[in-house]
């Protein structure tokens, strides 16, 4: 059984939308590219590697394919080649010429396909971006793991990690640090069912 494996940037008010740059997703007006760049340290850039230096293959949304495959191919060997040698299985609503090596399309139904991913042999599978893919995998219930930076920004209106009809569910925490720009860097599982309580007096 493969795990999968979120990634996400987010920032304080739950936005995920286009953190690497003006223009990589414009949806909705939005007018805030880039608002991840300008945090970026050596610890930041230490766990990026540790992330990127575990064997995995990529499940990505059809956008987030498009700017990856515009990008890794002519990247500097040393930063590209895991993405590049990874295979990238990605999902589309329609028939897209993948020319990005090791690219395959999530034939039929996404939540039914990726569900057969996981049940095969290989490393894990890493999303990255994706928001739209990421609500189906999440209302699905097949992500394992959620790799979440916090960045200390709120930008107001923009796609969300978890957007409106997410099921309520529990995480449990299994791993943190914090950047030297105030970015968390946190580790989540799912932990089934929300257990609730109540503070009143008896």
């Known amino acids: 059984m493969r795990r999968l494996i979120v990634n996400t940037f987010l920032t304080l008010d739950g936005v995920m939308q286009a953190p690497g740059g003006p223009g990589e997703d414009d949806d909705g007006g ?5 608002w991840s ?3 970026w340290d050596e610890l930041m850039g230490q766990t990026m590697g540790e992330t990127m230096g575990t064997p995995f293959d990529l499940v990505l949304g059809r956008r987030t394919y498009d700017i990856f495959a515009a990008h890794w191919p002519s990247a500097p060997e040393e930063d590209a080649k895991p993405l590049n040698d990874a295979t990238k299985y990605v999902a589309s609503r329609g028939r897209p010429a993948l020319r990005w ?8 139904d996404v ?4 569900g057969a991913l996981k049940r095969t042999d290989g490393p894990e599978l890493q999303v990255h971006g994706s928001a739209d893919l990421l609500q189906t995998l999440i209302r699905h219930g097949l992500v394992d793991e959620f790799r979440i930076w916090t960045f200390p920004v709120v930008v107001g209106a923009g796609k969300r990690l978890f ?8 995480l449990r925490l299994v791993g943190s640090s914090v950047s030297s720009t105030g970015v968390l860097m946190c580790t989540y599982q799912p932990a089934g069912e929300i257990e609730t ?6």
């Open 37 to 39: 760049v300008n945090y």
């Open 197 to 202: 309580g109540s503070f009143a007096l008896d």
């Open 163 to 170: 957007g409106d009809g997410t099921a309520p569910a529990a």
């Open 101 to 108: 090596r090791n690219s395959t399309l999530i034939d039929g």
């Open 111 to 114: 939540a039914e396909g990726v």
């Open 30 to 34: 939005f007018r805030h590219g880039g």
